[in-house]
Structure formats: C-alpha cells, structure tokens
C-alpha cells in the first residue's frame, strides 16, 4: 500500500508548483472581486468555532468574517446549495461579557447591537451569519456549524501563503511546517498547497532555510527509498546518495547543534544532517515551490 500511494505521488508532483498568477491551495477558490481565497467547510466538515478557528489556522488560513460591505455574500460563491444556511464567522465574545471583537483583535462597530443581553452567565458567544440575508446574530460557541476560511494575498512568492519564504539564490521558496504529521500527509499537505515536499540539498537551498528551521529537530523532506533495491529517490525522480543505507525508508533534515561527530552531513554545511526515518512516524516538514519568473 504504501509503495502504491508513492506511485501515486509521483505521478502527481509531475504537475508541481510553477504559477503565473498567485495560488494558495487546490482547495480554495479565488474571488478577484475581494482579492481573497476562500475555502467553505460544511457538510461532514463542520465544527465548534474553536475547531473552526484551528482548522483554518492549520491550513495557514483566517476563520473568515466580512471585511468588506458585500463580503456577506461570498457563502454562496461557494455554493448554491439550500441546506447552508447560517456559518460560524470570526467574530466572538470571547469572555461572555458583550465584548464582540474578531478573531484578529479588532473591536467591529457594526456587531455592538448583537451584544449579549442576558448576562447571567461568563459563557462565550460567538457570532453566527445568514448565508441568505447576511444578517449576524449570536449563538453558542460549542454547537457545530459550517464555516470558511480565507487567504489574503502574498506579493512574494506564488501563493497568497505568507508561511511560504522566498529565496532570490534558488528562486523557490520553502515553508516549513512545525505541525507533526506521518510523510504521505506532509506530502499531500504540500500538494495541496501547489508544492512538493522540499528535496534541497545544495547548499544554497538549505543555507536560505536554516534560519527557518529549529536547532535538533528533524524534518521530513522529499525523499523515500524504492524497493527492491534499497536507493533513496527525490519526489522529483532523482536517484540521491547522501542518505545512509538502513531499514528507515524516508528522508530527513536536521541542523545539529554542534559540528563534530556529525556523520552524512552537507560537506559545505557541517550543520546540516541528513539521514532517513520511519515513514509512518510523524514530524515536521518542508514544503517547497517553484517560481517561475
């Protein structure tokens, strides 16, 4: 199964990140009118407003709320669908005391008539909109409830993904993931965001990412080994040496904290050492992005 799903990431990063315009993940839908991204969760997808806010983050979006007089009306740019009715958005009273500010902060004039009238209680509120009239009305933050994310715009790289950090040497740019996860998601992750998982190993690939990346921690990168013959290839098809020949089937980065004693390191970079792990572990990752100019 797990050499199958290889094949199958192969097949697709053929298709890598090479954008004119600016992307952010094959899940999101571009409006021009509001220079955004936005993605629509609902169906079997739904959640509490703090699952809500945890889903977008981890998929390096906002919870949305309207910023802009017609926003409102994005739910249904996302669908047409009669049964979508009302979305959590980042607004809430977080304390429970009529204090209705969004997600990011910011105190919004045009909610102070929704604050809480019955304050009997410390519970938080959190704001719900009609996806028909956009009318905005207060519910409890622990039902579960559509909801959608949004992406703003990232001039740098090809993506609207600010994680993403570009590199004039390489002319890529490399975001590293610290949420942990086995290296057939941290694949998926990236192609989902327009990328692949990072195969760079010069040394001017790995000196723009060191700052980026955490003193001892080990990062998967793209490379896996192809049985029967025990080599270790990048996920762009490329047979690789560097790695140390042992039962382990899938490539990592870690920047050690000492230049001694460091064993298949990057031989211009005694900090940089690569080596292999198990596949189904979990660990942060590397994503990467080509840019074409």
């Known amino acids: 199964m797990f050499n199958q799903l290889f094949i199958f990431f192969l097949g697709i990063i053929v298709v890598s990140a090479s954008h004119n315009v600016n ?23 739904v959640g509490t407003w703090d699952e809500a806010f945890l889903a977008c983050n981890d998929e390096g979006a906002s919870l ?3 910023e802009d007089v017609d926003e409102w009306q994005v739910p249904r740019n996302l669908s047409d669908s009669p049964d979508l009715e009302g979305i959590f958005v980042g607004v809430h009273d977080e304390l429970g005391r009529g204090d209705l500010l969004s997600f990011d902060g910011h105190f919004l004039p045009e909610f102070s008539e929704l604050h809480v009238n019955n ?18 009305n207060i ?22 993904d600010s994680g993403y950090i570009y590199s004039k040497t390489t002319k890529k740019c490399h975001k590293v993931h610290k949420r942990e996860t086995t290296w057939v998601d941290a694949m998926h992750t990236c192609y989902m965001e327009g990328g692949i998982l990072s195969t760079a190993i010069h040394i001017s690939e790995i000196n723009d ?3 980026m990346l955490t003193e001892g921690q080990q990062f998967f990168m ?14 762009r098809g490329e047979k690789i ?4 020949r042992n039962e382990e089937n899938c490539g990592v980065v870690a920047v050690n904290g000492r230049n001694d004693d460091c064993y298949n390191c990057n031989q211009n970079n005694h900090n940089v050492k690569y080596s ?8 942060p990752f590397i994503c990467e992005l080509e840019v074409k100019l």
């Not at 519910?139 to 609207?160: A, V």
């Not at 793209?222 to 029967?228: A, L, Q, S, T």
């Not at 040496?241 to 140390?244: H, L, S």
């Not at 292999?276 to 660990?283: A, K, Q, R, V, Y």
Request: proline content about 5%.
């Open 119 to 136: 304050q009997d209680d410390s519970e938080p509120k959190c704001v719900v909109m009609s996806v028909n009239t956009g009318r905005y």
């Open 241 to 244: 040496d560097i790695f140390a």
């Open 276 to 283: 292999t792990h198990d596949c189904n572990s979990t660990l």
């Open 222 to 235: 793209g490379f896996r080994r192809i049985m029967p013959h025990n080599d270790l290839y990048s996920v």
């Open 139 to 160: 519910g409890s933050c622990k039902n579960r409830r559509p909801f959608i994310c949004k992406k703003k715009n990232n001039e740098y790289c090809p993506t609207i």
């Open 209 to 211: 990412i060191l700052n």
């Open 64 to 66: 949305f709320y309207p």
């Open 23 to 45: 992307f952010f993940r094959r899940d999101y839908k571009f409006l021009e009118e509001y220079n955004a991204f936005y993605k629509l969760h609902w169906a079997d997808d």
